[in-house]
């Protein structure tokens, strides 16, 4: 199959890669004519592995024409301008897999309901997510790799399944939660911050495990209160991203928490990572849900404030340790 790439970053490039291996034609689209010319002489942007057989371009039109099938890899901030831009220049149906992980603060939409706001309905054919926990810089070395793919449409998922899946290190389930899928990707982003946070400022791993248990609790609440199914938060998409996001110093969302934690400002912290960090717009996004649906997110609202109220870290764990004592409730 031909497929299209936007996005060549860390992931888009990574993912294009997969697909060649996977004995499909790629033309990735970036806007950084640096990254493209550096594919374009099989060089991944970012990691030292050799990419093979993949062609970059910086003309939208061109990668658009390319395929039917458009693989979405660009920032989550960047997500719906790309989106105006390819609904201006496309004039029949075209398919979409979003690798992205956020959430709009402004909105507080999904990518799947961005999507369906930019792109014609005439000429949206069908939607994925593809998701789960996936470093980049593993995937390149071809480690072995769990992703779902969920779609409305069962055989949009199964389709993607077949197309992103290999004997050697990639398999794909198939999901019908699309929103449960999107929520845990995204969400597991601000808790990976956090993380990053308690890490920077000395706890330990008796601190990320709690944080990785409570944390998944507030996945389940958002991913309820925005229609999605607990049990998603407990696969691939929610916990098993939340495990190897938070844990991980691969991941930049715990990178960037590790620097706030360390008593750089969140803005610097974010400035200094090249590549992209979704998690502290998702904790801003999750705040305003929390007071929004009235949902209890003391993770998220602390750590809200860490950032953008310059409230400490000391204070930040005191509110937490001295919130009212009760039972374990898990849900
Ligand atoms: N890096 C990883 O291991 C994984 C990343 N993701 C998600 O994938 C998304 C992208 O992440 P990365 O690839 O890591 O980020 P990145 O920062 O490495 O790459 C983003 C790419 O998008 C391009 N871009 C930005 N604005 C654009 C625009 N308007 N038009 C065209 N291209 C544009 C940038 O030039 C860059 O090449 C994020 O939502 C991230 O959460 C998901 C799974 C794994
Ligand atoms: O989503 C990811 C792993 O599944 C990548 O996370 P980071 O963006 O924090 O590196």
Redesign the pocket.
Known sequence: MNLSV???????S?LAQVLTDNGHSVLV????PV?VDKINHQKH??FDEPLKDIKATNN?KEALEFSDLILL????K?MR??LKEINSLINSKKSFVN????IEPETLKRVSEIVKEEINPENLENYAVL?GP????E?ILRKLTLLTSASDNPEFAKQIQCIFSNDTYLRVYTSSDLIGCEVG?AVK?AIAVVSGILSGHGLGENARAALITRGILEIIRVVKVMGGKTETAFGLTGIGDLIVTASSE?S?NFTAGKKIGSGINASKAVEES???V?GIRTIQAMHLLSIEKNIELPIIDIAYDVIFNNLSVEQAVAHLLTRDLKEEKLD
């Open positions: 936007i996005g060549g970053g860390s992931w888009g990574t689209y970036d806007i950084n990254y942007p970012f939208l890899s660009v920032p989550t960047a301008d790309v690798v992205s992980k956020g998701t996936s470093h980049a810089e995937v990707g982003n691969n930049r090249v590549q992209t979704e």
